[in-house]
C-alpha cells in the first residue's frame, strides 16, 4: 500500500525546531554531533538512540524530545557533514576551479564519513548545508554559462563522480581495516588466478601484470582527478560549441534581414 505521507512532507527540515520549556539538558547540536561521531566508528548499523543516549549520558527517552526517530537524527547527522563542504567564489578562481572544488570537497567529506553513502538518494538532504552546497554549486556554473536544467545536468554530472569514487576508496579502506592487510598485498594475492586465465583474457592480465604494482590508493586519487579534468574538459568544451552555434545563428538571422532603405 502507498504511504500516506512522503519522505519531503516527513524531513525534519520542513518544520520549525520545537523549543523546550525551562533549562534544557541536552542540546540538539550535542545530540547530532554525538550521532556523527558514533556513525563514524560504528557505521549506519551501529546508530541506535539507545545506543545514542549511552554515548552521551541520556536515556533514550530524552533524546525523543529533540529528534522524533531515527529517520530524523539521519537527515540532521548528513546536513551536518554537509557543512564540510565548501567551494571558493568562481569570480576569484574562474569557474574550473570552483566546480572541481565542490566536487573534491564532496568526495573527502564521504570518505571521512563513508556511512553517508547509504543515506544519499533514501533520505532527504535538504538541509541549511546541503542549500548552502547546492547554492553555491548553482552559482558557481551560472557563471560558468549553464543555464535551466543545463544546471542540474552538469551539477550531476560532477556529483556523480565524486560520490562514485567515494564508494571505491572507502570500500578499499574499508577492506584494508577489516583484513587488516595493505590493499596492495591484498591485490598480490591474486596473481595466480591471473595467470591461469591469461590464455582467455589476455587483454585484461596483460594490463593487471604491468599495472599490479601501482599504489591503489594514490592510483584511485589520481584517478579522480583525472575524470574530474575529463568531465570539465568536456563542460567546457560544450559551453564553447553553443556559444558558436549561437554566434552563427545570430549572424546568419542577420544576414537574412532585408535591407533597409
Known amino acids: 500500500m502507498p504511504r500516506d505521507t512522503d519522505p519531503i512532507t516527513d524531513s525534519v527540515w520542513m518544520r520549525p525546531v520545537r523549543a523546550r520549556r525551562g533549562r534544557p539538558q541536552l542540546s540538539r547540536e550535542e545530540i547530532v554531533t554525538a550521532a556523527v561521531e558514533l556513525l563514524d566508528a560504528e557505521g549506519l548499523d ?145 596473481e595466480p588466478y591471473i595467470q591461469r586465465i591469461a590464455a582467455d583474457h589476455p587483454n585484461l592480465s596483460a594490463w593487471w601484470l604491468e599495472n599490479k604494482d601501482v599504489d591503489l590508493e594514490k592510483s584511485q586519487e589520481d584517478g579522480f582527478d583525472f575524470g574530474l579534468e575529463r568531465l570539465l574538459d568536456g563542460l567546457e568544451a560544450w559551453l564553447a560549441r553553443r556559444s558558436t552555434h549561437t554566434q552563427r545563428s545570430i549572424s546568419a538571422e542577420h544576414q537574412d534581414l532585408p535591407d533597409t532603405p
Request: no cysteine; proline share 3%.
Open 46 to 190: 551501529g546508530l541506535s538512540m539507545r545506543r545514542l543516549g549511552a554515548t552521551i549520558g541520556a536515556g533514550a527517552t530524552s533524546l525523543y524530545f529533540y529528534v522524533a526517530n531515527k529517520d530524523e537524527l539521519l537527515e540532521l547527522a548528513i546536513d551536518e557533514i554537509m557543512g564540510e563542504v565548501v567551494g571558493p567564489d568562481a569570480a576569484e578562481v574562474g569557474w574550473r576551479v570552483a566546480a572541481g572544488s565542490y566536487a573534491r570537497g564532496m568526495r573527502s567529506m564521504i570518505l571521512r564519513h563513508p556511512w553517508a553513502i547509504g543515506i544519499f538518494g533514501v533520505k532527504p538532504n535538504i538541509g541549511p548545508n546541503a542549500m548552502r552546497v547546492s547554492d553555491g554549486t548553482i552559482g558557481v556554473l551560472t557563471a560558468a554559462g549553464f543555464t535551466g536544467q543545463e544546471i542540474s545536468w552538469a551539477s550531476s554530472l560532477l556529483m556523480s563522480h565524486a560520490i562514485g569514487t567515494a564508494v571505491t576508496g572507502a570500500a578499499t579502506r574499508t577492506m584494508t581495516a577489516e583484513t587488516g592487510q595493505n590493499a596492495n598485498y591484498m591485490i598480490d594475492k591474486m
